[in-house]
């Protein structure tokens, strides 16, 4: 494959030992050969991400604030008052995320501020998924706002990748209100770079790149463009005289890996849009399948033993009602804790079989705080966590639970059918009111942010 790069002219750079010699000159067009062609693969790999996520969920809710320069952002009076995402008009007004509230306000008066809520941005994102399931089963989420899909072999289901495209922004758009932007290519890095480089900025909000045409899109484009390229690398790639992602992709691959090793290696790929990794069924939601866990890192170390069963029985209460809400029961409780002193290495991680599969709070309990207590060595704790595993359909798990006094299966049903419509904190064990219990703290908080 001929392909031509263009260089301003009298461009000047300094000369890299091995380096091809055509690009050393400074006439205007040069042409070299790629020897190093990837696999032929024709894949449709796709990454869809959503625009402005956090500010498009909050106008979605509030349809009062469409076409307003909308940002979200925490309390101004705190450390976290600093922008997290902000609409297209409010971009347009100079709004960058990271940036301060203060900061903003001395930008315009017009801006509508806006507390996050991260607790509907991870609905909105499952739902999203949900949506996106419906055209793959090959997904994987990169980040709260991005997924990449494996849609090879769904051609004659929803058409060409073009068409492809506009179908998932449309549904996405339609069940959501939310705008998203589609990069396509034939690996995870081509829809990455087709995504962030081209569709976010053109009207359709896709971008079809390839094995064919990535070097003429992507390699006039500067350095610190390339995915996986940070301002520490951009410096040492000006340093030897690399400004565009072309004149990366044209280094031998050795000489990369020489100087940066492994990594150099990686953005050399990354430059001639070659990327071996490949979307299988979504990893996460298998391992879901065969683990239901849950965690907390205490406010403050915890050492009295009826503080610390609290917790333990509140940890208990969310994994089991996970795992019936999956309709799932588990064979292995799992517990593991860690210890206050980092220097100790305090803590332990063991688990034990159970008589029969359950998901019942008090149950696993039971096994939770045996477990607890054989292992823990008194010393105070930091951090606690649960997990159920070796999974079972409720089905099978039902019969043993017919076993079972009616009255506990009811009650178990009725308190999660409460708490799934009006919270988790509207039916709870007494004891979370009990010092060292952490319900109503942790109801509220989401990753550290308001709920
Ligand atoms: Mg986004």
Not at 108 to 135: N, W
């Amino acid at each position: 494959m001929g392909i031509c790069i263009k260089l301003p002219k009298n461009t000047k750079l300094k000369t890299i030992a091995g380096a091809q010699e055509p690009y050393y000159n400074n006439t205007i067009e040069h042409q070299f050969v790629c020897k190093e062609m990837p696999p032929e693969v024709n894949k449709i790999i796709m990454l869809v991400d959503m625009e402005s996520f956090y500010a498009s969920v909050e106008v979605a809710k509030n349809p009062s604030l469409r076409g307003k320069p909308v940002v979200v952002c925490g309390d101004p009076k705190q450390r976290s008052g600093i922008v997290l995402a902000a609409t297209r008009e409010a971009k347009t007004l100079g709004v960058k995320t990271g940036m301060t509230a203060g900061e903003c306000t001395r930008l315009s008066s017009q801006l509508v501020f806006v507390r996050p809520h991260m607790q509907d941005y991870i609905d909105t994102s499952l739902k999203i998924t949900k949506i996106l399931e419906k055209f793959t089963d090959r997904i994987r989420p990169y980040s709260i706002d991005e997924q990449f899909l494996d849609m090879t072999g769904c051609e004659k289901l929803f058409g060409n990748p073009k068409e492809m495209a506009k179908l998932i922004i449309k549904k996405v758009w339609e069940s959501t209100g939310i705008r998203c932007r589609v990069g396509i290519g034939e690996n995870p890095l081509q829809a990455k770079m087709a995504c962030d480089r081209f569709a976010k900025k053109n009207k359709d909000g896709f971008f079809i790149l390839s094995h064919k045409n990535y070097a003429i899109y992507t390699w006039p484009l500067p350095i610190k463009d390339l995915f996986g390229v940070g301002s520490r690398m951009e410096n040492n790639f000006f340093n030897i005289g690399i400004r565009t992602i072309g004149h990366l992709a044209v280094l031998p691959r050795e000489s990369l890996k020489r100087r940066w090793g492994i990594n150099g290696e990686i953005l050399w790929l990354n430059a001639r849009g070659i990327d071996y990794s490949i979307i299988e069924e979504t990893s996460r939601a298998k391992e879901i399948r065969k683990s239901v866990s849950h965690s907390i890192t205490l406010p403050r170390d915890y050492r009295v033993k009826k503080e610390i069963e609290v917790v333990l029985l509140e940890i208990t209460e969310e994994v089991c009602r996970r795992a019936r809400s999956i309709k799932k029961a588990g064979r292995v409780v799992h517990v593991c804790c860690r210890g206050a002193d980092f220097e100790l290495a305090t803590g332990f991680s063991r688990q034990v079989r159970t008589f029969e599969p359950t998901a019942i709070t008090m149950d696993v309990y039971s096994y939770a705080l045996k477990l607890f207590y054989t292992y823990w060595d008194r010393r105070p704790i930091r951090a606690l966590g649960i997990s159920l595993s070796d999974l079972t359909d409720f089905k099978g798990a039902q019969l043993s639970l017919i076993n079972r006094k009616e009255k506990e299966i009811a009650l178990t049903k009725a308190m999660d059918l409460a708490r799934s419509r009006y919270g988790i904190t509207s039916l709870f064990w007494l004891s979370s009111l009990a010092p060292g219990g952490l319900l109503f703290e942790r109801a509220t908080k989401i990753g550290g942010h308001e709920a």
